[in-house]
């Protein structure tokens, strides 16, 4: 079965500053890739997809960006971050047809 | 993305069965059924799925309406462990691979 490393679990970061988030998954090969952020309370808000090597879908602009360097690593950056970029983030992976798998999240506070 | 409705809360007791709706008028004949369960700061959960017909698994019942503009995501015994956000999702089946959360239903298990 597919599992989702996310590190790290927490992060506090100051305003400005770059980031780099990184997930890895085991136990499949050539998975769709996601990044979801949620802020307190609310639901899940896709921010990026990938469905390959090298290839990203972005569903919302902002100050973030997504690559996916290998297979199974997909990562998430920030040159600068905002106020407005604190939340709960979340990498998911799908294979096909099966359900979508969740990873523990970062939840990342900025001050 | 076809859009569902959930209440935003419920409440059960323990070892109860709990009955928690979604409606999805505009569901196209392609989407999928899908729910999730979101405990406190983690990631989502795949609970179940389903395309026309009601189905079981170890953890839930999904019961589909005739029309598929209703669905029910049944928990036959509730315990303390399934309090949770749960999320009712579409999901298009020949080309979708974005899951497209709402707000969910925070359901409370009272002992």
């Known amino acids: 079965s597919q599992t989702i490393h996310q590190w790290p679990a927490t992060l506090v970061q100051p305003v400005g500053s770059p980031l780099s988030l990184e997930c890895t998954v085991e136990g499949t090969s050539n998975p769709n890739l996601y990044w979801y952020r949620q802020a307190a309370g609310r639901g899940l808000q896709l921010l990026f997809y990938?469905?390959?090597?090298?290839?990203i879908s972005s569903e919302v602009p902002q100050n973030l960006s997504a690559s996916r360097p290998q297979d199974r690593q997909f990562i998430l950056s920030s040159k600068k971050l905002l106020l407005s970029d604190s939340g709960f983030y979340l990498c998911?992976?799908?294979?096909?047809?099966?359900?979508?798998?969740f990873g523990d999240g970062t939840r990342l506070s900025i001050l | 993305d076809a859009k569902t409705t959930q209440p935003n809360s419920m409440e059960s007791n323990e070892e109860e069965p709990v009955h928690l709706p979604c409606n999805h008028s505009t569901i196209s004949g392609t989407d999928y059924i899908h729910w999730y369960r979101q405990l406190p700061s983690q990631g989502p959960e795949y609970v179940i799925h389903?395309?026309?017909s009601n189905v079981n698994n170890r953890m839930a019942s999904l019961a589909i309406a005739e029309d598929r503009k209703s669905s029910t995501l049944i928990l036959h015994r509730a315990t303390l462990r399934d309090a949770a956000v749960y999320y009712c999702?579409?999901?298009?089946?020949?080309?979708?691979?974005?899951?497209?959360f709402g707000e969910g239903t925070q359901l409370t298990v009272n002992p």
């Open positions: 999702i579409l999901r298009d089946g020949t080309s979708g691979s974005r899951l497209t």
């Open positions: 998911a992976c799908r294979r096909g047809n099966q359900p979508q798998h």
């Open positions: 990938s469905v390959g090597i090298g290839q």
């Open positions: 389903g395309l026309t």
